[in-house]
Structure formats: C-alpha cells, structure tokens
C-alpha cells in the first residue's frame, strides 16, 4: 500500500471516530472539518503533495469535499452537509453551474493579485485578441483538451454569447449567408441569429440516430451555409456525444461543400473519456471554429469566452469583434490568469467533474433500474450534467409539468431548443434533465416523482 493510501486510510478511520463524537471540537457549521494538509504532513512525516493526495483520494470516493479556503470537510453518510439539509424545490431545468461549489473566495483572492500585478495595464485598452500572458498559458491549457494552435488564431470574448455574434454577422469566404444548427440546439442561437436578421437553417439530431446526414448534406451542396453551429461534445439539449466516425464524416462533407463548422465545446471540462478528442482535432483543412467557455466550470457571471479560429479567418473575427466591444474585461482576464497559473482551475475542475460525474451515475442506476419503464428505457445514457427524457406523444406536457411543480420538481421540455415556431413541426416531446443544481441524494427521489407523474398521466389519457 502507498503512502498516501495509508494515509487516507488512518483519516478515514478518524472521520469514523468523529462521527459519533458531534460534540468534539472537529465539529463546525459545515460538519466536521479534517486537519489541514500541512498538518497531515507533520503528523505522518511525508510531503505535502503527498498529503494532498491522500485527501484527492478521499474525494474521489465522495467521503471528503473541499470548501475553498476553508478546508476539507468529511461527507456524512455518502452525503454533503449543504446537501443533506436541502430545503428547496428539486431544480432539474436549470443548467447554471452549482452555486454551492463557486469558487468565491478563491476567484476574489485572484482578482486582488490580478489588480497588483497587471495594474500597469488593466485601466487601458488592450489588445484585438485579449490579454497577451493569457493567451500564452491559454495555449497550453487547451493543448489537455487537444486543441493545438497558434497565438494569433486565439481570441477572449465576452462569453460564447459575443463569438456567435461575431461570425453570425462577419463576412465569410464566398460570401454565403445562411447559418445552419441542430434540431434542437442551444435555446439562444435561435433567438440570437433572429435579433441580427441571419437567415437560419436547421438539420435534426436525435439521440438514436445522430444528424440527418441526407438533409445535412443536401443543405450543404445548395451552397449558401456559411457555417454549421454544432455541440459534437454532450449536446445541449439531448446529452448524447458525437462518435469518432460522425466527426470525420461531418468533417469530410464540410471540406467536399466549403462549409465551415463551429463547435460550441462549453462542457469540455466534464469530459472524462480521455479518448473523446473535440471536432477541431480530427480537421486536417482549418475548416473548425472552436468555442469553449468558462461559465460552467466556474461561474456565468464571469462571461469569459475562448474562441480559436482558423488562420484564414483571424482578420474578419478580429475587426468584428473590436467593433462590438473594443476589448474583453482586462481585469476578469487577469484574474482568469492568476486563477489558472496558480493551479486553482485544475484543483476546481476536478471537483467538479467528480461531482457531476457521481450525479450522473446516480441518474443512469435510476434508467437501468426502470428499464421497463419506456421513457426511461429510450432515455440516452450519457456524461457531463444532463438526459433528455422521452415522453409518449399524448401526455399532455404542460400538465406534467404543473403535477411536478406541486410536488417540488422543476423540469423543462425541449420546446424552448426550437426555432420559433418550428418545435410543433417535431413529434420529439421531451424533458431534459439537468444534475447540476440537484444534490446527489435526492436525484433518485426526483427521478421516481417524475416516472410516477407520467404513469399517471398515461393511465389517465387511456381511460
């Protein structure tokens, strides 16, 4: 046995003896708080990293959390304390980050040394593609998600929201105008492209069968789409994540009709299957734009995008992007810098994918457990923080959702994932279910108010 399993394996047992000791002075309003590391060092006479990592392990069996700056906490019972005296409605619809495990102090911390180090530079305008120091370590971050580029394809935006806008209205080569998306697709792109008056087109995508490849490469050969907008990586909002062959298909069809492709890769960081590449590595033709955003790893008010673009189209993005907002908050990308330098992004990032990951596990036991249930059969089993449940054409949908709302669930269907006016066009009636505001040991709870809401209603439309 290893040092630190030793190790975590002594703390295990004094979290156990903690348990039954709720007077003991380990005990604060967060439950009972583990020494700290340094002081696990000294005690078992090991370094501190390999302290730390005898606490990672301890996370990564859900029997410890981490609260920033403040320590380790033990897990009560396989449950978080915050969780375990949750008193509001079970929220599946919102995709917001967790609010509980926003890095508050921490991002604060950052701002502070990000306004002492670059104060030189913060209360000036900067430059066309963002803070020079962040795209350098932006380009070693993104080359973990393989995404390899040069400095100059690389742009900070103010969110993904600003490059959609962006290559919505630049011009591209050929001067083709229309812009197609998924059916269904991120619930604003719809809107957005609408407000600035681009034509749309759409192609399904279901969870059993992928892209209408026939209608996708029948639009393709009309040759006005200038570019596809695509969520190859956990779909919003169907959850499924595009095959290796599916990319290169779409890949190859791009570069036969001239079509540029944007991926929206906004869930990159919940990835856990190391085999599982973005759209942009297989592209051997610089016909990918790459979007990543950092909102649902840390928080949405932060609005910081990355958008990489092709070399051919670095002059028309730049140009349109300084005109909608001549630069990016210098002082948020500072302190996104000084977040991710000192090691505090990979520490949050994998909390949080552990967290969403044991969530979801939670929500598949509960598909396999129902299998015979329809709806839960059909339902894609998949990562990142979301499922989308089939409904049966009949339940009627707004009904269900006021039976759930009684009963403390707030759920959403798809409708919203439409072009206006577009969704009744569809038989596709679904929910989708969202893990990231819903704390683990109430998913299961959530999930059979919801199976039993729909059986009744089926039993009520048959009679």
Aim: hydrophobic share 40%; with cysteine; charged share 25%.
């Amino acid at each position: 046995m290893k040092k630190y399993e030793v190790i975590a394996h002594a703390l295990q047992q004094w979290i156990q003896e903690q348990m039954v000791q709720q007077g003991s002075r380990q005990w604060d309003d967060k439950g009972i708080r583990l020494p700290a590391v340094r002081r696990v060092a000294e005690q078992y006479q090991c370094s501190v990293s390999t302290a730390i990592r005898a606490y990672e392990w301890l996370e990564q069996r859900h029997l410890v959390y981490a609260v920033p700056q403040s320590g380790y906490y033990a897990v009560q019972n396989g449950l978080g304390v915050q969780d375990m005296d949750w008193q509001e409605p079970l929220d599946f619809a919102s995709a917001a980050p967790d609010p509980r495990v926003f890095p508050y102090a921490d991002f604060r911390h950052c701002v502070e040394v990000a306004m002492k180090q670059k104060q030189d530079e913060l209360f000036l305008y900067g430059t066309q593609q963002g803070l020079p120091s962040l795209i350098e370590l932006l380009q070693k971050q993104f080359a973990d998600y393989q995404i390899f580029a040069r400095a100059e394809q690389f742009f900070i935006t103010s969110g993904v929201q600003q490059a959609l806008a962006a290559l919505a209205l630049m011009p591209f080569p050929g001067g083709r105008t229309k812009v197609m998306v998924e059916l269904p697709t991120y619930h604003n792109m719809p809107t957005l492209l609408k407000s600035l008056n681009v034509p749309i087109a759409g192609v399904r995508r279901t969870f059993e069968e992928g892209l209408d490849w026939d209608s996708l490469e029948r639009q393709f050969a009309e040759g006005d789409i200038k570019f596809f907008y695509v969520i190859p990586r956990f779909h919003n909002p169907i959850g499924t994540s595009m095959k290796a062959a599916e990319k290169k298909r779409l890949l190859r069809l791009a570069q036969r009709y001239d079509v540029y492709l944007v991926e929206d890769d906004y869930l990159a960081d919940l990835e856990d299957n190391a085999r599982q590449d973005p759209l942009w590595a297989y592209d051997t033709h610089d016909r990918v734009i790459y979007l990543k955003s950092y909102s649902k790893i840390l928080f949405p008010g932060l609005r910081m995008g990355v958008a990489v673009t092709p070399v051919a189209l670095i002059a028309s993005f730049g140009s349109m992007k300084r005109m909608l907002d001549i630069d990016t908050s210098l002082l948020s990308q500072a302190a996104l810098e000084v977040y991710i330098h000192s090691g505090m992004f990979a520490h949050h990032r994998k909390i949080i994918r552990s967290r969403y990951a044991a969530r979801m596990e939670v929500v598949q036991e509960q598909l396999e457990a129902y299998s015979d249930f329809e709806p839960f059969r059909i339902a894609p089993r998949t990562g990142g923080e979301h499922t989308a449940l089939p409904l049966p054409g009949n339940i009627p949908v707004r009904t269900l959702l006021s039976r759930l709302q009684n009963r403390g669930i707030i759920a959403d269907t798809t409708e919203r994932y439409y072009p206006e006016g577009t969704y009744r066009a569809f038989t596709d009636q679904m929910l989708r279910l969202n893990i990231s505001n819903v704390p683990k040991q109430r998913i299961a709870e959530g999930m059979q108010i919801i199976r039993e809401e729909i059986l009744k209603l089926q039993i009520r439309s048959t009679t």
